[in-house]
């Protein structure tokens, strides 16, 4: 599922349309209510694709700001230090192989994932020759749930490009 963001009035190709998958959505639109609130609050909903959107100022507005922060470092600082955050978050329990390493059940058996040969580097890292598990690459522990969420720097400078030129937007 993704956000499918509609310019209402666009003044170029660029404004037409803006499309985010929800792993890049919501923490470009989480983004946008902690650093522009004021703004932000006058879209009703940036976490659904209910129609909710900005008038034409307000998207150019906001699009100023985003430029404004995307010219003095701060979202690239903002990504990083977002990253760091998550890389220090602890691994989570796999669901798949209930941490084994080794997914048993009735998908891992039919794609023969129990008795996989490893590849040499997984033999020395596991401890083991046979079995793997897709979800967690047979190590029994996944990223955590928070790093399915990606923010980046160009996602940002797409955005406040679509703002800048879209007229206004729904999110649909």
């Given at each position: 599922?993704?956000?499918?963001?509609?310019?209402?009035?666009?003044?170029?190709?660029?404004?037409?349309?803006?499309?985010?998958?929800?792993?890049?959505?919501?923490?470009?639109?989480?983004?946008?209510?902690?650093?522009?609130?004021?703004?932000?609050?006058?879209?009703?909903?940036?976490?659904?694709?209910?129609?909710?959107?900005?008038?034409?100022e307000d998207s150019k507005t906001l699009?100023?700001?985003?430029?404004?922060?995307?010219?003095?470092?701060?979202?690239?600082?903002?990504?990083?230090?977002?990253?760091?955050?998550?890389?220090?978050?602890?691994?989570?329990?796999?669901?798949?192989?209930?941490?084994?390493?080794?997914?048993?059940?009735?998908?891992?058996?039919?794609?023969?994932?129990?008795?996989?040969q490893l590849e040499p580097e997984q033999?020395?890292?596991?401890?083991?020759?046979?079995?793997?598990?897709?979800?967690?690459?047979?190590?029994?522990?996944?990223?955590?749930?928070?790093?399915?969420?990606?923010?980046?720097?160009?996602?940002?400078?797409?955005?406040?490009?679509?703002?800048?030129?879209?007229?206004?937007?729904?999110?649909?």
């Amino acid at each position: 599922m993704g956000m499918d963001v509609f310019g209402m009035h666009p003044r170029s190709t660029v404004g037409q349309y803006f499309r985010a998958s929800v792993w890049w959505w919501h923490p470009l639109a989480e983004f946008i209510e902690e650093r522009q609130p004021e703004i932000a609050a006058r879209c009703s909903d940036w976490h659904s694709n209910s129609g909710a959107g900005l008038d034409d100022e307000d998207s150019k507005t906001l699009a100023r700001l985003l430029r404004e922060d995307l010219d003095s470092g701060y979202v690239a600082n903002f990504a990083s230090h977002r990253e760091f955050l998550i890389s220090e978050m602890p691994p989570t329990p796999c669901n798949f192989c209930q941490t084994t390493g080794i997914r048993k059940d009735e998908v891992g058996v039919k794609h023969g994932y129990h008795d996989k040969q490893l590849e040499p580097e997984q033999v020395i890292r596991y401890g083991r020759e046979f079995g793997w598990c897709n979800g967690c690459d047979g190590s029994g522990y996944e990223k955590p749930f928070a790093a399915w969420y990606k923010f980046d720097v160009e996602t940002v400078a797409e955005f406040a490009a679509f703002l800048a030129d879209c007229g206004g937007f729904e999110i649909r």
